[in-house]
């Protein structure tokens, strides 16, 4: 027997939507993954003899870096939500990892020349010069980046359309083009669009309350006549269908 509306989003509004841990969602949505496998390959290249010290960027609650591990000598994390320090302290100190508590602003709190790798998984925004001034001559950012007008599809149907300027927004190209500003090689960039389905409106509630900015000020109250109806179709047409954008970039500082 199919649920009903209210008893759906009564349990998506109950949960807790710290961290970056998504597994609440599973048998509820699913995501194409892109092919490279982000931390498959954030391990691979952690693991490279060359890199003695790495930091990784805005980290969440810490769950994709750390099951990258083993860790070079020196592996740093920064995050800027409380939350998310906490939990990210508790997963990662154990391992080895030093977790720092940055407002994800200029300036980074490191020394020129830093570290030998550079890394984020999702970044809110890549802030390039200091990436650079961070990084040792010679040493790389490598990234997963959010692309532009990712899961539009469900964004749109709570905003209605939206102007091509933001739905350009963190093009690959165009990042790939600030990094090169900032004195950055950018030696691999790749970009991929993939699958997302919502199997309930429970899914849908807790998407857009982890993830704050795809529908700003996104509350239960506000938008309950839209959920409403996207929940009827749902149960009438099966999943909501939505195409996320990600890209992988590899940027080097000159040696």
Do not use: C
Request: overall charge negative; charged content about 25%.
């Amino acid at each position: 027997m199919s649920r009903t509306f209210e008893d759906l989003v009564a349990e998506a509004e109950s949960v807790s939507v710290d961290g970056w841990d998504f597994s609440w969602l599973d048998g509820r949505a699913t995501e194409q993954r892109p092919s490279w496998g982000y931390q498959r390959t954030l391990r691979a290249r952690l693991a490279r003899p060359g890199v003695r010290a790495a930091l990784d960027l805005q980290t969440g609650g810490g769950e994709v870096l750390a099951g990258a591990a083993p860790f070079p000598s020196l592996m740093v994390a920064t995050e800027s939500w409380p939350p998310n320090v906490a939990k990210a302290t508790a997963r990662l100190h154990p391992l080895g990892v030093a977790v720092v508590a940055d407002q994800d602003e200029p300036p980074l709190p490191f020394a020129d020349a830093a570290f030998d790798l550079v890394t984020s998984r999702h970044p809110v925004r890549p802030w390039w010069e200091e990436i650079h001034r961070v990084l040792r001559p010679g040493g790389s950012y490598l990234a997963q980046h959010v692309g532009p007008a990712s899961v539009f599809e469900l964004v749109e149907y709570f905003l209605g359309p939206l102007p091509e300027e933001v739905r350009r927004a963190r093009h690959p190209e165009d990042e790939a083009e600030q990094a090169r500003a900032a004195g950055l090689e950018v030696v691999y960039l790749r970009p991929e669009r993939l699958r997302t389905e919502f199997l309930d409106i429970g899914a849908v509630v807790y998407f857009l309350r982890k993830v704050v900015w795809m529908v700003p000020g996104f509350t239960v109250e506000k938008y309950r006549d839209r959920l409403r109806e996207l929940h009827g179709r749902i149960e009438a047409e099966g999943p909501f269908v939505a195409h996320s954008a990600r890209f992988l970039i590899e940027a080097r500082r000159p040696a």
